[in-house]
């Protein structure tokens, strides 16, 4: 993720910003970056980096380290991109919204979906009103498993969080964005089946079932599966019901379906969005428009759509799952 970030800049942007430092731990991804920015300086010690004449600092590790490292940048007057999630403890989300709250630093969370043409397009169908007042959201992804990290770390729920909080904080975001409402309580089953990478009871989970309740009353469900064999054409599914009609993705096409109460064809009326892939795996949408939306921020003081406060429910969301899951109980989402 470092490194498509690094692309990213060098390739995209470079007419306004230049990666002038980089620090890792493997030699080859440290190689990987040279060759796109020879003249970066390399670190071995995140401090030395944080401490270095730099404007600003992209935080792309394991999330265990994310927020002691935005503290330390943000210490340093460092303007922070941080990878999502914004914590892995309620604590920390709690330590890190304090923390932006007093800085006039940008503070960015890397949840790039919202800044994709395609998912904004949900959210402006949304406010127009388009399937009247929303009742119920909803995402199911059937994939995979997770691609291999350092020493396992997305594997140890104690390094990040839950596969709920690392992954699926980003589809949490998106919907807690759509309903513009705070994540009130939420009740989770899930569990380890197939997928088992470490010993012992902190492997992550991979299946689950959540159901959530905001504070105006809409209600949603997640569904994920790890263990899912690549089915063709199947996609991450995501969608909106409201009092007037539903709003559903077709990410493959980058079309989005509706259907409405009352008319008479049972075929969806079939909106195409224009977007861009991103760089890196998973090509994820909005993944090109983050970067821009950050050196806006700074050199402009455009407001991002994804700051610390704005965020930091789709984390506590998955968290408040992984908790329901692990104390087999509702759980009030503080």
């Known amino acids: ?33 040279l060759g796109m920015a020879p003249q970066a300086r390399v670190f071995q010690e ?5 401490q270095s004449d730099l404007d600003a600092v992209f935080v792309s590790t394991p999330n265990v ?7 330390a940048i943000l210490q340093a007057g460092k303007h922070l991109f941080l ?57 199911r992804e059937f994939r995979g498993p997770f691609q291999k990290k350092s020493r396992d770390w997305i ?11 690392d992954k699926n904080c980003h589809h949490f975001d998106l919907m807690n964005w759509w309903v513009g409402a705070r994540p009130k309580r939420v009740c989770a089953f899930g569990g380890n089946a197939v997928e088992r990478v470490i010993e012992g009871e902190h492997q992550v989970l991979d299946h689950a079932t959540v ?12 569904q994920f599966c790890m263990f899912a064999p690549d089915l063709r054409g199947e996609d ?29 064809s049972n075929d969806p009326i079939v909106q195409s969005v224009e977007a861009k892939r991103g760089e890196g795996w998973g090509g994820h949408l909005g993944f090109a428009e983050i970067h821009e939306a950050f050196l806006k921020a700074i050199l402009r003081r455009e407001p991002p759509l994804t700051t610390v406060r704005e965020c930091v429910d789709g984390t506590l969301l998955a968290i408040a799952a992984e908790e329901s899951i692990k104390r087999g109980r509702v759980i009030e989402v503080e």
């Open 155 to 165: 594997q140890d729920d104690r390094q990040s969080g839950g596969a709920l909080v």
């Open 46 to 50: 995140e401090e030395r980096l944080i």
């Open 83 to 139: 990878e999502k999630p914004v914590g892995i403890t309620k604590a920390e989300c709690s330590r890190l919204v304090e923390a932006a709250s007093e800085t006039d630093r940008v503070v960015l969370i890397g949840h790039e979906l919202r800044y994709s043409p395609y998912f904004r397009r949900i959210k402006e169908l949304v406010e127009a009103g388009e399937i009247g007042q929303p009742r119920l959201v909803w995402c």
């Open 211 to 222: 159901s959530f309740e905001y504070e105006n009353g809409v209600r949603g469900t997640l």
């Open 236 to 264: 991450l599914e995501m969608g909106v019901i409201g009092e007037k009609g539903i709003l559903q993705t077709r990410l493959s096409t980058l079309e989005i379906l509706i259907w409405k109460r009352g008319r008479t």
């Open 1 to 33: 993720m470092g490194n498509s970030h690094l692309k990213t800049i060098t390739e995209h942007h470079s007419d306004v910003a230049e990666a002038a430092a980089i620090c890792a731990r493997s030699e080859s991804n440290i190689q990987r970056a």
């Open 65 to 71: 380290t994310h927020v002691p490292l935005a503290l």
